[in-house]
């Protein structure tokens, strides 16, 4: 078990468990849930195991092969069991993915990667046509910031 660092589970294959995987199109979409059976608190590092709720964050992932990955990421939401802390309740946290974010640090790298090669406009035609991924030039501003 990795001790409570408050970093939250790389995103890969050793954290994450896949519960659901299936093609639509040209994307191919995940369901994955992080293995850590606790959390650690963001705030105070405390860590526990009392969960309050369950909910789920999609975001888009880089292209693998000919599809375009969404993420379906299963998160728990924990309570922090130190008194003294004054969080009640904190997400879980996954590395490679901001909270409330719709994209992976992985896909805002290949989104700059591309718009440097291409220039925004050309982009969004390659994502939209690859992937059918329909996306404004302030979408691909942003994703590679």
């Not at 191919?28 to 964050?57: F, K, N, W």
């Not at 969404?70 to 939401?77: A, G, P, S």
């Not at 309570?79 to 009640?88: P, Q, S, Y």
């Not at 291409?118 to 059918?132: C, E, H, P, T, V």
Request: glycine share 8%; hydrophobic share 30%; charged share 25%.
């Amino acid at each position: 078990m990795r001790p409570c660092s408050g970093r939250g589970s790389p995103l890969d294959a050793k954290t994450l468990k896949v519960l659901w995987a299936f093609t639509e199109g040209k994307r191919l979409r995940l369901g994955v849930t992080s293995t850590d059976t606790y959390g650690c608190c963001p705030e105070c590092g405390a860590r526990t195991d009392s969960m309050h709720d369950v909910y789920i964050q999609t975001v888009i992932d880089r292209p693998i092969d000919n599809y375009l990955v969404e993420l379906d990421i299963i998160k728990r939401r924990w309570k922090c069991t130190n008194r003294d802390c004054w969080v009640v309740t904190f997400g879980e946290s996954i590395e490679g993915v901001r909270p409330r974010s719709r994209y992976t640090e992985a896909f805002r790298d290949f989104s700059r990667d591309l718009s440097d090669q291409l220039g925004y406009a050309g982009a969004i035609g390659y994502l939209q046509s690859n992937y059918d991924l329909k996306t404004s030039i302030a979408t691909v501003f942003y994703a590679s910031l």
